[in-house]
């Protein structure tokens, strides 16, 4: 369906697919863009779980939808439909490849469906009958063969990162800082991390490792810890909702991940001017240089990369000045709210049916 006469004040109704039991990139990536694009005067409407309701700003109307359920589910499928018939958006924009596979399926309750995928699949096929689909990276992107298919990197709120210098430590002092955040979960290597931290000679220039995060690896990570004799040098902190003070403080980041879409860690630390060094993931080896990226997942590998970034992190901050400048003008908010919002009105006034 087109129209050639949008309204400029769109009604977009958001479809967060994802069962309530944790919150992570894609989660945060569309509180973020629903509170964006109310902010630019738009309505919008976030379908997802009840636990998720106080996560999303004032500014937007929370819809509880059975996500725990199947998406076949008939009880979801009628609670989705009839969501959608009493707000009749002008654009239902589903995240995540479970969103997309309710979306397709709405018999055009909306004007325009449109798709964010958050990470590499072995199939998208779900988002092939949307009408417009967003790719987080460009190898996302490149992975994609939907005809309609638009690159939207992940935005962070700058305003967040205006954090005055002199707050209260949240790190060791008197050691270089290594910080590392995400879910305790395996996608995120956190244990390969730890192993490979148990290989760094850190008698010269003492190191610590801070993990931010809870999960369903956070006993089995602090077992590791003990085991390696690193309850001195490695510490599980626990999930922290604002890790502007953690950057701002930190001489380096790490990303240990076995996948990824483009995580929020890489564009929150090189906002605060903190270098990052990764495993080969999407979204890192796009835009950092390739000193900085590990050989492959294992601990060998990024043991070595710890050791040569430590040993001259002057050197690894002048190589990633590119990727922060890129940062502060591409992976901002704005950005990604002001591109989004210029797809929907393209799609409503050109698109015909994916």
């Known amino acids: 369906m087109t129209d050639t006469n949008p309204p400029a004040r769109l009604t977009i ?25 109310s902010g630019l005067g ?99 992107f490149e992975a994609l063969t939907h005809p309609r298919k638009q690159l939207i990197y992940n935005g962070v709120d700058t305003n967040r990162q205006g954090m005055p210098e002199n707050v209260d430590p949240v790190l060791p002092q008197r050691t270089v800082n290594v910080i590392a955040a995400g879910r305790l979960e395996p996608v995120k290597g956190f244990d390969t991390l730890v192993r490979a931290w148990s290989r760094l000679d850190t008698s010269a220039v003492p190191c610590h490792l801070t993990i931010f995060g809870d999960g369903s690896q956070r006993r089995s990570l602090e077992r590791l810890i003990r085991q390696s004799g690193l309850e001195e040098r490695v510490t599980l902190a626990g999930f922290r909702q604002d890790l502007t003070p953690a950057y701002k403080q930190a001489q380096l980041t790490v990303i240990s991940s076995q996948r990824e879409g483009f995580p929020y860690v890489l564009m929150e630390s090189l ?60 992976l901002t908010l704005q950005a990604m709210a002001a591109q989004t919002e210029a797809l929907y009105y393209d799609a409503l006034v050109s698109s015909p049916p994916a």
Not at 24 to 36: F, K, N
């Open 271 to 330: 906002l605060a001017g903190c270098p990052v060094v990764s495993t080969p993931v999407s979204g890192p080896r796009d835009i950092l240089p390739a000193a900085a990226i590990s050989k492959g997942h294992n601990e060998e590998d990024l043991a070595r990369l710890l050791t040569r970034s430590l040993s001259d992190l002057a050197d690894l901050n002048r190589a990633e000045q590119s990727a922060m400048a890129f940062a502060a003008s591409n």
């Open 42 to 140: 738009h309505h919008v409407h976030v379908l997802g779980h009840s636990h998720y309701r106080e996560r999303f700003s004032a500014g937007t109307t929370f819809h509880a939808l059975p996500v725990q359920l199947g998406r076949r589910h008939p009880w979801l499928k009628l609670a989705f439909h009839r969501c959608l018939k009493r707000l009749s958006p002008d654009v239902l924009h589903a995240q995540g490849n479970k969103a997309a596979q309710m979306a397709s399926a709405t018999r055009r309750l909306a004007k325009v469906t449109t798709g964010t995928v958050h990470g590499i699949k072995s199939s998208h096929r779900a988002f092939d009958r949307l009408d417009r689909v967003i790719a987080v990276s460009p190898q996302i």
């Open 13 to 37: 109704a958001f479809l967060l697919a994802t069962p309530g039991t944790a919150w992570g990139g894609m989660e945060q990536h569309t509180s973020d863009l629903a509170t964006a694009l």
